[in-house]
């Protein structure tokens, strides 16, 4: 399969990226979502601007308390990265979830949140790791936060001429724990289901589901049962039984919504009891 | 059009392109490197993997345009002259490969993943070749493969390593070999 003819540049820095970003252009980064796309002539931009090579968009640092993954920075960088293991666990160990090692290799954190596909591992876990998402324009930069940037199916709070530059996320206080638990689609390795939870030293616990519904979203319902109770079995399995509820429920071939459903609740459990 | 200079194989590569080229077109149709093969063309059977700056990627799902600058290896990069490759050796030995059409893609992910995990377990070895699809080998063998070269491998390194005392690795080899058939 060959996708329709386009030009192709590789600025050096976002600033130069953000000057060549037109509506007929499109950012590359790893390309796994995107040059598949192209392939089936699904998407038919005039121009790529590969911003996978550019520096400021690379590496996980500390800064101010919190944790910055650059946009550019791959699904195995993260996997291998000591800092996150040190402090959000749950990321090294999620990435090592997505697709297969080839996958990994080129993939980039960014690049997934942009393109928000409704079965994508990593917008699960920033949410329930209270993450902001930090774009930049040619006016400047803006942070949304994750629980607020994902508005549908395969859309987002990025406007038109906007770069995903970072993702940040907050320290989590010594004692913090979590988890994420993923249905994987048995051929792509997707969620069908994915849930991240994160349960901070004061007892407060924060839910959110993958591949669920349109978008991903924070499950206030979980949440709530939850809310000043210890995680005994009773009140796992009940606060559990309340995942997904309320929201449109997604359905394809592999999974209908009543077996999407029941996979939120069992999985919801599986990240729970892991965390308590 | 777009130039691109790519290392392959240890030899350097100059040529036009255009930007909608992929890779795994670049390596078979432009240099005649035939070994990677196109399984599904979409991302998802690992037929088409080879390296890029030591790391394994799918060819299918990369531009040309952004291997540019990058060395890749492909299959016919591994065997030193005659001598094959440990994993190339392996997949012989044990009957890693019936049609041998994944063979290629499988064998560039296993020393990938050798790489990074030169003791691996038998769940590592399934885990690392997720995303290679064979057709035909029910997948046993092919992790037999992956163990009799990673323990080839061990074996070869520790040789080399005290080079001056010990038997060739020549020799080492041979003598793996033997071993190696009686447990099959
Ligand atoms: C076989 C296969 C299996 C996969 N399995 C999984 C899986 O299990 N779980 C999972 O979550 N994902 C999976 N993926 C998707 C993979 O993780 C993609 O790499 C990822 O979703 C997109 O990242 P990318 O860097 O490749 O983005 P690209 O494909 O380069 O870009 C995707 C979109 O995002 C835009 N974009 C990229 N970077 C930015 C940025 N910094 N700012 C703004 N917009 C940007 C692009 O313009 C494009 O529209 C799989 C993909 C394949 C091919
Ligand atoms: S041909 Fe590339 S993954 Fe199948
Ligand atoms: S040997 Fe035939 S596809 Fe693997």
């Not at chain 1, 040619?138 to 001429?161: C, K, M, P, Q």
């Not at chain 2, 190339?88 to 009957?95: D, I, L, N, P, T």
């Not at chain 2, 019936?98 to 399934?126: H, K, S, W, Y």
Request: proline fraction near 5%.
């Amino acid at each position: 399969m060959i996708p329709y003819a386009f030009d192709y540049t590789r600025p050096e820095s976002v600033e130069e990226a953000l000057d060549l970003l037109d509506d007929d252009a499109k950012l590359l980064a790893g390309g796994h979502s995107l040059v598949p796309a192209l392939k089936l002539r699904l998407s038919a931009p005039g121009r790529l601007i590969d911003i996978a090579r550019i520096p400021s968009l690379k590496g996980i640092r500390e800064e101010n308390g919190e944790i910055v993954i650059g946009a550019g920075t791959t699904h195995a960088e993260i996997m291998k990265s000591d800092l996150l293991k040190q402090h959000l666990p749950m990321f090294a160990e999620g990435a090592a979830l997505i697709g297969d090692p080839m996958v990994r290799h080129k993939g980039t954190i960014g690049g997934s949140l942009a393109h928000a596909d409704p079965s994508a591992d990593w917008p699960a876990m920033v949410i329930a790791a209270d993450g902001e998402v930090v774009l930049r324009g040619r006016n400047g930069s803006r942070s949304v936060a994750a629980a607020d940037f994902f508005i549908g199916f395969y859309s987002t709070a990025l406007e038109e001429g906007e770069i995903i530059t970072e993702i940040r996320l907050p320290v989590p206080a010594e004692g913090t724990r979590m988890n994420y638990q993923k249905f994987a689609q048995p051929a792509s390795r997707f969620a069908i289901v994915g849930c991240a939870v994160v349960r901070h030293p004061d007892g407060s616990v924060r839910v959110a589901f993958t591949g669920v519904s349109d978008a991903p979203f924070r499950d206030t319902g979980v949440e709530e049962a939850l809310s000043g109770q210890q995680l005994t079995d009773d009140v796992i399995e009940a606060a559990a039984a309340k995942a997904a509820e309320g929201v449109s429920l997604n359905s394809d071939h592999f999974a209908s919504e009543e077996y999407r459903q029941h996979l939120a609740r069992v999985y919801c459990k599986r990240a729970l009891n892991a965390v308590a | 059009m777009t130039q691109i200079t790519v290392t392959v194989n240890g030899t350097s590569q100059t040529h036009e392109v255009e930007p909608r080229q992929l890779l795994v077109y670049y390596l078979r149709d432009k240099l005649g490197l035939t070994g990677t093969h196109i399984g599904c063309d979409t991302s998802s059977c690992g037929a088409c993997t080879v390296h890029m700056d030591g790391m394994a990627v799918k060819s299918c799902s990369i531009l040309a345009v952004q291997a540019d600058g990058c060395e890749i290896t492909t299959i016919e990069g591994l065997a030193q002259g005659d001598q094959l490759h440990p994993v190339q050796e392996g997949f012989k030995e044990c009957h890693g490969l019936q049609c041998g059409f994944c063979t290629p893609g499988m064998i560039m992910a296993t020393v990938d993943m050798l790489q990074n995990n030169p003791d691996p377990t038998e769940e590592d070895i399934r885990h690392a070749l997720e995303g290679n699809i064979c057709r035909c080998t029910g997948y046993h063998n092919i992790v037999r493969s992956v163990q009799w070269a990673a323990e080839k491998m061990k074996t070869s390194a520790k040789v080399l390593d005290g080079a001056s005392v010990s038997p060739s690795p020549v020799y080492a080899s041979v003598n793996l070999n033997q071993q190696q058939q009686q447990q099959l």
